[in-house]
């Protein structure tokens, strides 16, 4: 099994816990950071409330980029995708997903679940 360090961590790990990349030649790489400490890097520590307008959507993340790209790949439309609410406590940013989904008429959890 092929196995690369990681620029971050040190750690020898196989390479499928590499992204692929292709440079500007269109030739294909393993980037040097490996998935777990890119994904930790890419987390903020703040919870997302974000809008698809043409899909009638809204949803809650901790990872916006990751969050859109998936939604893209999955074939929703993120054209003009909005960011509703942001903050650092999960429960809160659920809470604001649920108020903002009632608002534009969509089904989501039950308020329920915030009662003390």
Do not use: W
Not at 29 to 41: G, I, K, L, V
Not at 60 to 69: C, H, N, P, Q, S
């Amino acid at each position: 099994m092929e196995t690369k360090s990681c620029n971050t961590c040190g750690e020898l790990k196989p390479i499928k816990n590499y992204a692929k990349n292709r440079n500007k030649k269109g030739e294909q790489f393993h980037r040097a950071m490996c998935n777990t400490c890119r994904n930790d890097r890419m987390k903020t520590g703040y919870y997302y409330v974000y809008y698809l307008p043409n899909e009638n959507y809204c949803g809650i993340t901790d990872y916006l980029e990751k969050r859109i790209t998936t939604h893209k790949k999955n074939g929703k439309n993120v054209d003009n995708y909005r960011l509703l609410y942001c903050s650092t406590d999960k429960k809160e940013a659920a809470y604001h997903e649920i108020l903002f989904q009632s608002v534009l008429a969509m089904e989501g959890l039950p308020m329920t679940m915030f009662r003390n």
